[in-house]
């Protein structure tokens, strides 16, 4: 099912982002359970909106884990209807299924049909089969990352297309926005998309949680210097950030908005090799759809990641045009709504009215360097249900 590839480990890995040493857990598995806690060890660098790690581990015995989803819709605007969490659950149990693999296990997932959305659960099974060969992807799960910064503008090869086309089908299609026009109109979406992230209140509070001031890395948030900015707008953004006041009169006095959205929104959207959109077949509908998504998802970054390729998520343009197209306010800032609706017209121009119907997950790719600053995870004992973390 996975990908097979001539890159050879060393090639791929040469570029990977830099990690640091990540604290041993505190206390260890019991014999029988040593397998599938390896495999949650590793499976738990699947990535998730804003770091946010939506999940906790229930470990039943040695065939048997209830992943227990959570999502943040309550208070992140960007998690609309939880799907974002939805997704990066399926993410995680795709790097499960992958991850599996290097012990010589088979995985098979099943969502308990009585939980409700905001609290989706998984019963994962086990089974040791002799017939299962280490999937190559393994290699790339941990460091697959994000990086912010610009990219070389060379885009990608037809071979780098297939396989990454190949990662999501049949689920998905890949639709590609590359060469210098196309970019230049994603820059331009990305930089009117990027505005309602900056002058909305409801973003604000947001943004505010989840950056990790003065960091390289973080456990449990997006560490400021994975941002993608210089250190002089770091500090300014810093500062503003103190208070929504602040930030208001910033984007009123100081051409706010202007400055951080060219260096985060409309630069890098130009220095990459290719804009991509995965496309569903038909327009997601619930969470087992969403669970899809995000296995294709994360099956093409870490093709990406396989191939030497940076990529980087760009889900803010289809979350504010569904907010438009279903007609959902989403914010108490005037004119929030009407900016949506452009939002979703200009993405439709750009990328196709039927990628902001069947977009599950949006961003760019290219050749880059990996970046020394990334999210790092909460220590698997805080994820396990039942050890040291939440009961
Ligand atoms: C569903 C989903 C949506 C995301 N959206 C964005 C995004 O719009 N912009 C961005 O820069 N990163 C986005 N990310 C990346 C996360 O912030 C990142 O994966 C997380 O902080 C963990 O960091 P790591 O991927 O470097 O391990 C998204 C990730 C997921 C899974």
């Known amino acids: 099912m996975y990908l097979q590839s001539s890159l050879t480990p060393s090639q791929s890995l040469a570029r990977m982002p830099v990690i640091p040493a990540v604290s041993a857990p505190t206390r260890g598995p019991s014999g029988a359970t040593v397998q ?16 946010t790690q939506p999940w906790l581990f229930e470990v039943l015995d040695a065939e048997h884990v209830v992943v227990h989803g959570s999502d943040t819709r309550d208070h992140c605007v960007y998690d609309l209807d939880g799907r974002p969490s939805q997704m990066s659950i399926g993410a995680l149990i795709e790097t ?16 308990r049909p009585d939980t ?39 885009g990608l090869t037809a071979l780098q ?11 998905h299609t890949v639709r590609w926005i590359e060469g210098r026009s196309a970019k230049l109109a994603m820059a331009v979406l990305l930089f009117r998309s990027a505005r309602l992230r900056l002058v909305t209140p409801e973003a604000y509070r947001v943004h505010r949680d989840v950056i990790e001031w003065d960091a390289q890395f973080s456990a449990d948030r997006v560490p400021d210097r994975a941002l993608g900015v210089n250190q002089a707008m770091l500090n300014l953004m810093r500062f503003a950030m103190h208070s929504w006041e602040r930030v ?14 060219i260096q985060m929104d409309f630069l ?42 940076m990529l980087q998520p760009e889900m803010t343009p289809l979350i504010f045009a569904r907010y438009a197209r279903e007609g959902r306010a989403f914010s108490a800032s005037p004119g929030a709504m009407t900016a949506a609706g452009e939002v979703a017209d200009r993405m439709g121009r750009v990328m196709g009215v039927d990628a902001v119907d069947r977009g599950a997950f949006m961003g760019r790719i290219g050749h880059a360097p990996a970046p020394q600053s990334r999210s790092l995870r909460k220590d698997l004992n805080v994820l396990l249900r039942g050890r040291s973390g939440p009961a």
């Open 36 to 51: 599938v806690e390896a495999v949650l060890e590793l499976a738990r660098w699947a990535p998730s909106g804003d770091n």
């Open 116 to 154: 409700p959305d905001t609290h989706p659960c998984f019963d994962l099974r086990f089974v040791s089969d002799p017939t299962v060969q280490r999937d190559p992807l393994v290699d790339a799960i941990q460091p697959r990352s994000v990086q912010r910064r610009p990219y070389s503008t060379n």
């Open 161 to 171: 297309k297939s396989m990454l086309e190949a990662s999501v089908a049949p689920s």
């Open 248 to 261: 208001q009169f910033f984007n009123r006095f100081l051409a706010g908005t202007w400055m951080p959205r």
């Open 268 to 309: 890098p959207a130009w220095a990459c090799g290719a804009h991509f959109a995965l496309l569903s077949r038909r327009p997601p509908l619930g969470v087992d759809d969403s669970i899809e998504a995000g296995r294709a998802m994360q099956r093409f970054w870490l093709t990406a990641t396989h191939l030497g390729l």
């Open 96 to 111: 499960v299924a992958i991850a599996a693999t290097a012990q010589g296990l088979r995985v098979s997932c099943s969502r």
